[in-house]
Protein backbone atom coordinates (compact mmCIF):
# COMPACT_ATOMS: atom_id res chain seq x y z
CA UNK A 1 0.00 0.00 0.00
CA UNK A 2 1.23 3.90 -0.59
CA UNK A 3 0.31 4.94 2.74
CA UNK A 4 -0.96 8.87 2.64
CA UNK A 5 1.45 11.29 4.72
CA UNK A 6 -0.27 13.95 6.86
CA UNK A 7 2.33 15.73 8.98
CA UNK A 8 4.66 12.70 9.03
CA UNK A 9 1.77 10.39 10.01
CA UNK A 10 1.75 7.51 7.59
CA UNK A 11 -2.10 6.12 6.93
CA UNK A 12 -1.99 2.75 6.03
CA UNK A 13 2.05 1.90 6.78
CA UNK A 14 2.44 -0.67 10.17
CA UNK A 15 -0.26 -0.48 13.16
CA UNK A 16 -3.53 1.06 12.63
CA UNK A 17 -3.10 4.79 13.63
CA UNK A 18 -4.96 5.62 16.75
CA UNK A 19 -7.52 8.76 16.03
CA UNK A 20 -8.92 10.32 19.35
CA UNK A 21 -12.44 12.45 19.17
CA UNK A 22 -13.13 15.65 20.75
CA UNK A 23 -16.55 15.76 21.90
CA UNK A 24 -17.69 18.96 23.94
CA UNK A 25 -20.69 21.09 23.61
CA UNK A 26 -18.48 24.27 25.07
CA UNK A 27 -15.74 26.05 24.23
CA UNK A 28 -14.44 24.76 28.01
CA UNK A 29 -15.75 21.20 27.42
CA UNK A 30 -13.50 21.33 24.51
CA UNK A 31 -9.97 22.86 25.50
CA UNK A 32 -10.11 20.41 28.42
CA UNK A 33 -10.62 17.21 26.45
CA UNK A 34 -7.60 18.57 24.11
CA UNK A 35 -5.50 19.41 26.23
CA UNK A 36 -5.99 15.91 27.77
CA UNK A 37 -6.00 14.20 24.29
CA UNK A 38 -2.62 16.05 23.43
CA UNK A 39 -1.05 14.55 26.61
CA UNK A 40 -1.86 10.91 25.38
CA UNK A 41 0.08 11.72 21.96
CA UNK A 42 -2.22 10.02 19.32
CA UNK A 43 -1.44 9.67 16.13
CA UNK A 44 -4.82 11.95 15.13
CA UNK A 45 -7.01 13.83 16.58
CA UNK A 46 -10.43 14.56 15.27
CA UNK A 47 -12.62 17.75 16.13
CA UNK A 48 -16.12 16.41 16.14
CA UNK A 49 -17.53 20.03 15.41
CA UNK A 50 -21.45 18.78 15.60
CA UNK A 51 -21.18 18.09 19.15
CA UNK A 52 -20.40 21.94 19.92
CA UNK A 53 -22.82 24.38 20.00
CA UNK A 54 -21.49 27.13 18.62
CA UNK A 55 -20.53 25.28 15.13
CA UNK A 56 -22.55 26.95 13.05
CA UNK A 57 -21.24 30.71 13.90
CA UNK A 58 -18.27 31.09 11.75
CA UNK A 59 -16.23 33.53 14.02
CA UNK A 60 -16.66 30.59 17.12
CA UNK A 61 -15.76 28.20 14.65
CA UNK A 62 -12.95 29.30 13.64
CA UNK A 63 -11.78 30.59 17.00
CA UNK A 64 -11.95 26.82 18.56
CA UNK A 65 -10.31 25.51 15.81
CA UNK A 66 -7.24 28.66 16.20
CA UNK A 67 -7.33 27.06 20.37
CA UNK A 68 -7.27 23.26 19.34
CA UNK A 69 -4.78 23.75 16.97
CA UNK A 70 -2.76 25.51 19.71
CA UNK A 71 -2.95 22.87 21.69
CA UNK A 72 -2.72 19.75 19.72
CA UNK A 73 0.20 21.14 18.05
CA UNK A 74 1.23 19.36 15.02
CA UNK A 75 -0.66 16.30 15.65
CA UNK A 76 -2.89 15.97 12.25
CA UNK A 77 -6.21 16.88 13.20
CA UNK A 78 -9.32 15.55 11.20
CA UNK A 79 -12.68 17.96 11.03
CA UNK A 80 -16.14 16.17 11.21
CA UNK A 81 -19.26 17.06 11.20
CA UNK A 82 -21.29 14.39 11.59
CA UNK A 83 -25.26 14.75 10.74
CA UNK A 84 -28.02 13.32 12.29
CA UNK A 85 -28.91 11.00 10.11
CA UNK A 86 -25.46 9.41 10.68
CA UNK A 87 -25.10 9.65 14.26
CA UNK A 88 -24.40 13.31 14.64
CA UNK A 89 -25.80 15.62 17.11
CA UNK A 90 -26.87 18.54 14.93
CA UNK A 91 -29.89 18.79 12.24
CA UNK A 92 -28.48 21.35 9.72
CA UNK A 93 -29.58 21.64 6.06
CA UNK A 94 -27.10 20.58 2.93
CA UNK A 95 -25.65 24.32 2.54
CA UNK A 96 -25.42 24.69 6.28
CA UNK A 97 -23.58 21.46 6.32
CA UNK A 98 -21.09 22.45 2.94
CA UNK A 99 -20.78 25.86 4.81
CA UNK A 100 -19.73 24.63 8.10
CA UNK A 101 -16.95 22.72 6.13
CA UNK A 102 -15.64 25.30 4.18
CA UNK A 103 -15.26 27.31 6.77
CA UNK A 104 -12.92 24.57 8.41
CA UNK A 105 -11.32 23.84 5.01
CA UNK A 106 -10.58 27.48 4.38
CA UNK A 107 -9.43 28.23 8.38
CA UNK A 108 -6.14 26.90 7.58
CA UNK A 109 -5.69 25.06 10.72
CA UNK A 110 -7.40 21.46 9.59
CA UNK A 111 -4.83 18.21 7.63
CA UNK A 112 -7.90 16.26 7.32
CA UNK A 113 -11.96 16.29 6.63
CA UNK A 114 -15.00 13.69 6.95
CA UNK A 115 -17.27 14.09 3.79
CA UNK A 116 -20.51 11.97 4.18
CA UNK A 117 -21.38 10.05 0.94
CA UNK A 118 -24.11 10.76 1.20
CA UNK A 119 -25.25 13.92 1.61
CA UNK A 120 -25.39 14.11 -1.91
CA UNK A 121 -22.77 13.94 -5.28
CA UNK A 122 -23.26 17.62 -6.03
CA UNK A 123 -21.98 19.12 -2.42
CA UNK A 124 -19.56 16.17 -1.88
CA UNK A 125 -18.19 16.95 -5.03
CA UNK A 126 -18.00 20.57 -4.05
CA UNK A 127 -16.33 20.27 -0.70
CA UNK A 128 -14.04 17.90 -2.10
CA UNK A 129 -12.53 20.08 -4.66
CA UNK A 130 -11.84 22.63 -1.64
CA UNK A 131 -10.07 20.50 0.02
CA UNK A 132 -8.13 19.49 -1.85
CA UNK A 133 -7.21 22.68 -3.50
CA UNK A 134 -6.55 23.52 0.59
CA UNK A 135 -4.24 20.31 0.52
CA UNK A 136 -6.82 18.74 3.07
CA UNK A 137 -7.19 14.85 2.36
CA UNK A 138 -10.39 13.81 2.24
CA UNK A 139 -11.97 10.51 4.30
CA UNK A 140 -15.08 10.01 2.75
CA UNK A 141 -17.43 8.44 5.22
CA UNK A 142 -20.64 6.35 5.30
CA UNK A 143 -22.32 5.04 8.73
CA UNK A 144 -25.05 3.02 9.51
CA UNK A 145 -26.18 3.23 12.96
CA UNK A 146 -29.04 0.11 13.04
CA UNK A 147 -27.58 -2.90 10.74
CA UNK A 148 -24.74 -3.92 8.80
CA UNK A 149 -25.52 -4.05 4.93
CA UNK A 150 -24.34 -6.51 2.89
CA UNK A 151 -21.02 -6.56 1.74
CA UNK A 152 -21.55 -5.98 -2.29
CA UNK A 153 -23.54 -3.08 -0.90
CA UNK A 154 -20.62 -1.43 1.48
CA UNK A 155 -18.35 -2.29 -1.73
CA UNK A 156 -20.13 -0.35 -4.10
CA UNK A 157 -20.49 2.85 -1.55
CA UNK A 158 -16.61 2.69 -1.02
CA UNK A 159 -15.62 2.42 -4.87
CA UNK A 160 -18.47 5.36 -5.27
CA UNK A 161 -16.14 6.97 -2.74
CA UNK A 162 -13.24 6.91 -4.77
CA UNK A 163 -14.61 7.82 -7.69
CA UNK A 164 -15.77 11.06 -6.29
CA UNK A 165 -12.26 11.69 -5.58
CA UNK A 166 -12.19 10.49 -1.97
CA UNK A 167 -8.40 10.21 -0.47
CA UNK A 168 -9.41 7.73 2.67
CA UNK A 169 -12.87 5.29 2.42
CA UNK A 170 -14.48 4.69 5.31
CA UNK A 171 -17.49 2.83 6.55
CA UNK A 172 -18.95 2.26 10.15
CA UNK A 173 -21.72 0.00 10.59
CA UNK A 174 -23.88 -1.95 13.81
CA UNK A 175 -23.91 -5.21 14.20
CA UNK A 176 -26.70 -7.14 15.07
CA UNK A 177 -24.92 -10.62 15.40
CA UNK A 178 -21.78 -12.24 15.22
CA UNK A 179 -21.62 -12.78 11.36
CA UNK A 180 -22.41 -8.92 10.58
CA UNK A 181 -19.18 -8.52 12.87
CA UNK A 182 -17.75 -11.74 10.34
CA UNK A 183 -19.00 -10.23 7.35
CA UNK A 184 -17.15 -6.27 8.10
CA UNK A 185 -14.12 -8.08 8.56
CA UNK A 186 -14.36 -9.85 5.09
CA UNK A 187 -15.40 -6.69 3.52
CA UNK A 188 -12.20 -5.33 4.73
CA UNK A 189 -10.26 -7.95 3.70
CA UNK A 190 -11.87 -8.45 0.29
CA UNK A 191 -11.77 -3.88 -0.32
CA UNK A 192 -7.79 -4.03 0.82
CA UNK A 193 -7.46 -6.24 -1.83
CA UNK A 194 -8.96 -4.91 -4.38
CA UNK A 195 -7.68 -1.29 -4.06
CA UNK A 196 -4.33 -1.56 -2.43
CA UNK A 197 -3.48 1.62 -3.31
CA UNK A 198 -6.34 3.51 -0.85
CA UNK A 199 -6.10 3.11 2.92
CA UNK A 200 -9.27 2.29 4.12
CA UNK A 201 -11.00 2.68 7.76
CA UNK A 202 -13.87 0.07 8.76
CA UNK A 203 -15.49 -0.52 12.32
CA UNK A 204 -18.35 -2.38 13.31
CA UNK A 205 -19.73 -0.94 16.20
CA UNK A 206 -21.07 -1.36 19.49
CA UNK A 207 -19.32 -4.22 21.68
CA UNK A 208 -19.88 -6.91 19.91
CA UNK A 209 -18.00 -5.37 17.20
CA UNK A 210 -14.73 -4.13 19.21
CA UNK A 211 -12.51 -6.29 17.41
CA UNK A 212 -12.77 -4.85 14.14
CA UNK A 213 -11.55 -1.62 16.51
CA UNK A 214 -8.09 -4.11 17.20
CA UNK A 215 -7.28 -5.99 14.44
CA UNK A 216 -7.03 -3.27 10.81
CA UNK A 217 -3.36 -4.41 10.73
CA UNK A 218 -4.71 -7.86 10.00
CA UNK A 219 -7.44 -7.34 8.19
CA UNK A 220 -6.40 -3.91 6.21
CA UNK A 221 -8.16 -1.35 8.31
CA UNK A 222 -5.86 2.14 8.36
CA UNK A 223 -6.99 3.95 11.33
CA UNK A 224 -8.76 3.19 14.60
CA UNK A 225 -11.17 5.08 16.76
CA UNK A 226 -10.68 4.98 20.44
CA UNK A 227 -11.55 7.99 23.35
CA UNK A 228 -9.88 9.73 25.89
CA UNK A 229 -13.04 10.58 28.20
CA UNK A 230 -16.50 10.44 25.95
CA UNK A 231 -16.63 8.24 23.01
CA UNK A 232 -18.06 9.43 19.93
CA UNK A 233 -19.58 6.52 18.58
CA UNK A 234 -20.18 2.83 20.44
CA UNK A 235 -17.61 0.33 21.14
CA UNK A 236 -14.46 2.65 21.03
CA UNK A 237 -11.59 1.51 23.18
CA UNK A 238 -10.08 3.65 25.77
CA UNK A 239 -6.47 5.13 24.54
CA UNK A 240 -4.37 3.52 26.75
CA UNK A 241 -5.54 -0.34 26.37
CA UNK A 242 -6.30 0.30 22.47
CA UNK A 243 -2.31 1.33 22.13
CA UNK A 244 -1.65 -1.74 23.75
CA UNK A 245 -3.46 -4.17 22.38
CA UNK A 246 -2.59 -2.66 19.28
CA UNK A 247 1.46 -3.43 19.77
CA UNK A 248 0.42 -7.12 21.10
CA UNK A 249 -1.01 -7.78 17.77
CA UNK A 250 1.39 -5.96 15.50
CA UNK A 251 4.40 -7.57 17.60
CA UNK A 252 2.94 -11.43 17.02
CA UNK A 253 1.56 -10.69 13.59
CA UNK A 254 5.42 -10.30 12.10
CA UNK A 255 6.91 -12.79 15.34
CA UNK A 256 9.33 -15.08 13.54
CA UNK A 257 9.25 -18.50 14.79
CA UNK A 258 13.47 -19.81 16.22
Request: a negative charge; hydrophobic letters at 40%.
Amino acid sequence: MNPIVVRNVKIGEGIPKVCLPIVGHTQYEITSQAMTIASLKPDIVEFRADWYDECTNKENLIEMLMLIRKLINRTPLLFSFRTVVEGGMQKVERAEYVRINKTAIESGLIDMIDIELMIGDEYVKELIEAAHENNITVVMSNHDFEKTPEKEELIKRMEKMISLGADIPKVAVMPNNNKDVINLLDLTDSFHSMHPDYPIITMSMDGRGVVSRLAGEIFGSAVTFGCARKQSAPGQIEAGELAVVLRILHSNLYHKEM
